[in-house]
């Protein structure tokens, strides 16, 4: 198979031996779980519940706080004990709702479709909007509105990302191994709700039985196919991905797939709404790693939204050494917790702990401009001269150098002699650029 | 409350790489073509060397003292520019030739302008400017030619010698490019006499030397086939990158191959932009001075402008100016251009829709 690619991009250690031979598990019911009401891109979702209301597992806690938004349900029964800010899965304090669980664990009314695919575009769009999905590879863009393009803009492609590039991250992978025609009838949802004719599943070359096994199940599709993608590092981003799988470029300045015709969503995503439109099943749990050298038992979970990640890391049996740090998400674009105590969102694809060592930072030394970062850019920027750009308050050559394209993926960062922290840089440059072309 | 965790921005891993590595590798790179100095020219290469690193981070050490900034000198970036300034020296140079280039080289060179890193220039081509400017006849005259060059030049330079009049001090010295550069010029040598001598230099057998290091010329440009060992390995770690040397030397090569005949254009033996390519210190300039990371342009396209200038000023100070070598002052001009590079090449972000 000739592996596609993109230009520019690293290659971390992709530390996947942890977790990648251990098949998805289901943990103990959590006592408590902690639901945000923000785990996506958009407005935060409004809770329909108050303190001590009695809720069954699937109920509808919240609802959509606009049309880029969605709904929040319980993803356990129980009995709603608080709604205050709680550590949050993208680090800091969000609004949430915490259950307390009953144990019984009883569903609301679920149904089986048989027809589902019979199902109308407008039907399946509904069905997946009232699941609360919303991207499951990290961003959390909400599903249905990816799903809804202006009519300008046809689509003829929905891409399934199976690319996990992320070092140590493996639940995709686990995923694709064990549901794969549940992927697949999540893809053939998607192709039909949008009428695009050609659907894609992109999986990285350190996969090969993932390539393998959607080879062997799609022999006879005509219209799917499996493509192969390099291993390098930010294979799985969005605009990324679309140009290794289709030659396409997605406009640069707020372009977005739908402009080229495209629709990418996680493989995890396609489970979801195969689930949501097939069983009515709202979105309740998602697969999770939770791995790291020092995590005794690295395992990939079915967990429930809203786990505490230290539920999650006990039925891992803890750790062997003292924690450094705790991610939330992958090593290249995870957010540090503060604590144990963080619920997963929609959008956690990993909880990953390191020791101490793993965890200590350089300080930033004198930029070297030796280049290295304009050389990995998957977005063709310069990021050494954003960074330094906006250290002196030049806000204007920051915007010049690209600032606001940046897709914040760290391969700048990783390769940096001089440890420069240039994402956090360019993370000012946006705000100010945003000041500036506000006011 | 449990436990409370540092916590910071992404990545959270981070490529096994500082600016010290990268250092010590560019010193490491250099080793084999000193130690190639030492067998060809004797332990006095060495000796120059050490007094000029010892130079380099002794002021180093102590101009940052006197700026009151921490002390860096084992970053390896010194060393560095002590080792390119002895490189640049013929082996029979007083002691103290290197130690004024050095400290020269680091305190106006670089750490006027705030050290490593914000310096317009390579240190070390301006200390060996400095150097060249002030003791010219220290600097480009005298050279110690290894005995099997005189060999193969006996004849030539001889002829050479015993012109009459006219003979500037250059053609008394037995560097390749003194001689190639004598050639070009009628009042010194006949023109039958010329064509008999650019057939040698533009011969296998030269080049052959030249390339293992059976020359005459600085410590450091001794042997290209060693340099060229020291630059792959740099480029296998990605410390140097190909963009700059390649269009660099492709540059001279197709500029001589037309210009460098002194029949006309293109009546140059395709040997003899091999021999310019080997002779002097356009392998040591192209892989390790104008790769310097502080001096050289960041953007992908302004390396290639970057190159192709420097290759030009070269072939054009080798060929028509007043020095037989033109490598450092190419470099450094092209390094006075960066900036206007960067700015003018900066590229179009991924998926820059273009009107």
Known sequence: MEYKSFPGGIHPPDAKKYSKNSSIADPPLPQKVIIPLLQHIGAPSKPVVKVGDEVKLGQKIAEAGGFVSIPMHASISGKITNIAKFPHPAGLMQQAIEITGNGK???????????????????????????????????????????????????????????????????????????????????????????????????????????????????????????????????????????????????????????????????????????????????????????????????????RIGTLCKDLLEFCDGTTEEIGKVISGGPMMGFALFTLDTPIGKGSSGLLIMNKKEASKNEESTCLRCGRCVDVCPMNLVPSLIASNVRYNDIKSAEKYGAMDCIKCGSCAYVCPSHIKLIQWIDIAKIKISEMRSS | MSQIYAVSAAPHIKQKISVSSVMWQVALALTPALLAAVVFFGIRSLELTIYGILAAVITEALFQKIRQVPITVTDGSAVVTGMLISFNLNVASPWWLPVAGSVFAITIGKQIFGGLGHNPMNPALLGRAFLVASWPTLTTAGWTASAPFKNLFEGSINGLKNLPSNIPDVITSATPLGVAKALRDPAIISRDMAETVMNKLADMDTIRHLFWGNIGGCIGEVSAGLLLLGAAYLAYKHIIEWRIPVSYIATVFVLIYVFGGINGLFSASILLPVFHIFAGGLILGAFFMATDMVTSPVTKRGRYIFGIGCGIITVVIRLVGGYPEGVSYSILLMNIAVPLIDKYTVPKPFGEVRS
Request: contains cysteine; hydrophobic residues 40%; aromatic residues 6%.
């Open chain 1, 105 to 303: 664990d009883d569903w609301i009314d679920l149904v089986d479709d048989e027809n589902y695919f019979e199902l109308s575009a407008e039907e399946i769009k509904k069905r997946i909007a009232e699941a609360g999905i919303c991207g499951m590879g990290g961003a959390g863009f909400p599903t249905h509105v990816k799903l809804s393009p202006p009519q300008d803009k046809p689509i003829d492609t929905v891409i399934l990302n199976g690319v996990e590039c992320e070092p140590y991250l493996t639940a995709d992978y686990r995923l694709m191994l064990e549901r794969p025609e549940a992927i697949i009838s999540g893809l053939k949802l998607l192709m039909k709700t949008v009428k695009a004719e050609n659907g894609i599943i992109g999986i990285e070359s350190n996969k090969p039985d993932a390539i393998k096994l959607f080879e062997e199940l799609l022999k006879d599709e005509k219209n799917i196919k499996v493509t192969g993608l390099k291993l390098k590092y930010p294979q799985g981003a969005e605009k990324q991905l679309i140009y290794a799988a289709t030659g396409r470029k997605v406009p640069n300045q707020g372009g977005l797939p739908m402009s080229v015709g495209t629709v990418v969503q996680n493989v995890g995503t396609a489970v979801a709404v195969y689930e949501a439109v097939r069983y009515k099943k709202p979105l309740i749990q998602r697969v999770i790693s939770v791995t790291g050298k020092i995590v005794k038992n690295p395992r990939n979970i079915n967990a």
